[in-house]
Protein backbone atom coordinates (compact mmCIF):
# COMPACT_ATOMS: atom_id res chain seq x y z
CA UNK A 1 0.00 0.00 0.00
CA UNK A 2 1.54 3.60 -1.06
CA UNK A 3 -0.24 6.60 0.35
CA UNK A 4 0.36 10.41 -1.35
CA UNK A 5 -0.71 13.04 0.74
CA UNK A 6 -0.98 16.69 -0.43
CA UNK A 7 -0.40 19.92 1.42
CA UNK A 8 -0.18 23.41 1.32
CA UNK A 9 -2.94 24.79 -1.20
CA UNK A 10 -5.33 28.07 -0.02
CA UNK A 11 -5.91 31.08 -1.11
CA UNK A 12 -3.55 34.07 -2.05
CA UNK A 13 -3.45 36.78 -3.94
CA UNK A 14 -2.30 37.76 -7.76
CA UNK A 15 1.50 37.59 -7.04
CA UNK A 16 1.55 35.98 -3.55
CA UNK A 17 3.40 32.92 -3.04
CA UNK A 18 2.31 29.09 -1.62
CA UNK A 19 4.46 26.38 -1.14
CA UNK A 20 2.71 22.63 -1.51
CA UNK A 21 4.19 19.81 -0.16
CA UNK A 22 3.66 15.98 -0.83
CA UNK A 23 4.67 13.20 1.24
CA UNK A 24 4.89 9.22 0.26
CA UNK A 25 4.25 7.31 2.63
CA UNK A 26 3.61 2.95 2.83
CA UNK A 27 5.92 0.36 1.51
CA UNK A 28 8.02 1.92 -0.65
CA UNK A 29 11.66 0.45 -2.11
CA UNK A 30 12.67 3.52 -4.36
CA UNK A 31 10.99 6.62 -5.60
CA UNK A 32 12.04 7.47 -9.53
CA UNK A 33 10.74 10.63 -10.45
CA UNK A 34 8.49 13.07 -8.48
CA UNK A 35 5.82 15.58 -10.20
CA UNK A 36 3.11 18.02 -9.94
CA UNK A 37 0.23 18.35 -12.13
CA UNK A 38 -2.36 20.60 -11.87
CA UNK A 39 -6.39 20.72 -13.33
CA UNK A 40 -9.32 23.17 -14.07
CA UNK A 41 -12.87 21.95 -15.03
CA UNK A 42 -13.20 21.33 -18.07
CA UNK A 43 -9.30 20.76 -19.34
CA UNK A 44 -6.71 18.01 -19.04
CA UNK A 45 -4.68 17.64 -16.05
CA UNK A 46 -1.48 19.43 -17.08
CA UNK A 47 2.24 18.17 -15.96
CA UNK A 48 3.56 21.83 -14.32
CA UNK A 49 6.81 20.43 -13.00
CA UNK A 50 8.86 17.03 -12.78
CA UNK A 51 12.05 16.24 -10.95
CA UNK A 52 13.73 13.09 -11.51
CA UNK A 53 15.75 11.15 -8.49
CA UNK A 54 19.03 12.76 -9.74
CA UNK A 55 17.68 16.14 -9.70
CA UNK A 56 17.14 17.13 -12.90
CA UNK A 57 14.14 19.48 -13.19
CA UNK A 58 11.27 20.22 -16.13
CA UNK A 59 8.79 23.02 -16.01
CA UNK A 60 6.08 24.11 -18.12
CA UNK A 61 6.37 26.99 -20.35
CA UNK A 62 4.11 28.88 -18.01
CA UNK A 63 5.69 28.60 -14.93
CA UNK A 64 9.27 29.02 -15.47
CA UNK A 65 11.11 31.50 -13.27
CA UNK A 66 8.09 31.24 -10.92
CA UNK A 67 7.93 27.67 -10.16
CA UNK A 68 10.56 25.34 -8.02
CA UNK A 69 10.10 21.98 -7.45
CA UNK A 70 12.62 19.80 -5.05
CA UNK A 71 12.33 16.63 -3.16
CA UNK A 72 13.46 15.19 0.29
CA UNK A 73 14.82 11.65 -0.44
CA UNK A 74 15.21 10.84 3.09
CA UNK A 75 11.65 11.90 3.98
CA UNK A 76 10.07 10.84 0.63
CA UNK A 77 8.47 14.13 0.01
CA UNK A 78 8.53 16.74 -2.95
CA UNK A 79 7.63 20.50 -3.12
CA UNK A 80 6.77 23.20 -5.48
CA UNK A 81 6.98 26.71 -4.18
CA UNK A 82 4.98 28.94 -6.59
CA UNK A 83 5.90 32.27 -6.42
CA UNK A 84 4.58 35.10 -8.30
CA UNK A 85 1.06 33.83 -8.54
CA UNK A 86 -1.26 34.70 -11.48
CA UNK A 87 -4.86 34.04 -11.18
CA UNK A 88 -4.39 31.52 -14.45
CA UNK A 89 -2.42 29.19 -11.69
CA UNK A 90 -5.93 28.49 -9.98
CA UNK A 91 -6.08 24.74 -10.39
CA UNK A 92 -6.72 21.77 -8.20
CA UNK A 93 -2.93 20.51 -7.96
CA UNK A 94 -2.04 17.15 -7.52
CA UNK A 95 1.60 14.91 -7.07
CA UNK A 96 2.34 12.21 -8.89
CA UNK A 97 5.55 9.56 -8.28
CA UNK A 98 6.82 6.69 -10.01
CA UNK A 99 7.14 4.42 -7.05
CA UNK A 100 8.82 0.45 -7.14
CA UNK A 101 7.63 -1.25 -4.00
CA UNK A 102 9.76 -3.72 -4.42
CA UNK A 103 13.72 -4.39 -5.14
CA UNK A 104 13.61 -5.22 -8.83
CA UNK A 105 9.84 -4.87 -9.18
CA UNK A 106 8.39 -2.61 -11.63
CA UNK A 107 7.18 0.73 -10.75
CA UNK A 108 4.03 2.21 -10.93
CA UNK A 109 2.49 6.08 -11.25
CA UNK A 110 0.67 7.11 -7.89
CA UNK A 111 -1.24 10.17 -7.41
CA UNK A 112 -2.43 12.58 -4.30
CA UNK A 113 -5.96 13.68 -3.45
CA UNK A 114 -5.21 16.95 -4.86
CA UNK A 115 -5.19 19.89 -3.13
CA UNK A 116 -7.38 23.40 -4.49
CA UNK A 117 -4.72 26.42 -5.44
CA UNK A 118 -6.78 29.80 -6.17
CA UNK A 119 -5.27 32.75 -6.64
CA UNK A 120 -7.70 35.89 -6.27
CA UNK A 121 -6.95 39.03 -9.10
Known amino acids: QVRLVESGGGLVQAGGSLRLSCAAS????????MGWYRQVPGKQRELVAIITSGGSTNYVDSVKGRFTISRDNAKNMVYLQMNSLKPEDTAVYYC???????????????WGQGTQVTVSS
Open 96 to 110: NVDISRYSGGSSYLY
Open 26 to 33: GSIFSINA
